[in-house]
C-alpha cells in the first residue's frame, strides 16, 4: 500500500500531464492549416484562437509553478492547478456542449480526423479532464 505522500506524488503528476495537454498540445496543432491558418477563416476569428492560445498557456504555466514550485503553501497549489485546469476543459465542454447554440462545429473539412469514430478534440479533452480529476484527488491524499 502507497503511503499518502506517494499517493500525493502520482496525483501531481497526473495533473501535470493534464496541465501539458492544455498547455502545449494545442498551440502545436492549432497553429496550423486546420486552425489559425485556415484559409476560410476571419481574420477576427484567427486573432481569437491566438488568443485562446495565449491564454490557456499561460493558465498552464501558472498551474504548474503553484503545482510544484510552490509547494510549501499545502493544498492551495494543488487546488489551484486543478481549478485552472477544470477551468480551461470546462470552457471547451461548454462550447461542445452549446456548438448548436452559436453555430459551431468540432472540426472543419480538413481538420484532425476522428479516433475510432469520435471527434478527436473530445476525445482528447475528455481525457485531460478525467486525468486532471483522477490526479487532483489523488494529489489531496492527507499526508501522515
Known amino acids: 500500500m502507497q503511503n499518502a505522500s506517494n499517493v ?7 495533473m501535470t500531464i493534464a496541465t501539458l495537454m492544455y498547455g502545449i498540445v494545442p498551440p502545436f496543432v492549432d497553429l496550423s492549416q486546420t486552425h489559425v491558418f485556415h484559409p476560410e477563416w476571419t481574420a477576427h476569428s484567427r486573432m481569437h484562437m491566438v488568443w485562446l492560445l495565449g491564454t490557456n498557456s499561460s493558465l498552464a504555466v501558472v498551474a504548474l509553478y503553484f503545482l ?13 492547478a486543478g481549478i485552472l485546469g477544470s477551468c480551461v476543459y470546462g470552457g471547451f465542454m461548454l462550447s461542445a456542449a452549446t456548438i ?6 468540432l472540426s472543419d473539412k480538413g481538420g484532425v480526423p476522428p479516433i475510432f469514430g469520435i471527434d478527436a478534440n473530445i476525445v482528447g479533452f475528455s481525457a485531460g479532464l478525467s486525468i486532471l480529476l483522477v490526479g487532483w484527488f489523488l494529489a489531496r491524499a492527507k499526508t501522515a
Open 100 to 105: 448548436s447554440l452559436y453555430g459551431g462545429a
Open 68 to 80: 510544484w514550485l510552490r509547494k510549501e503553501n499545502g493544498m492551495f497549489g494543488i487546488t489551484l
Open 8 to 14: 500525493t506524488l502520482n496525483g501531481r503528476i497526473l
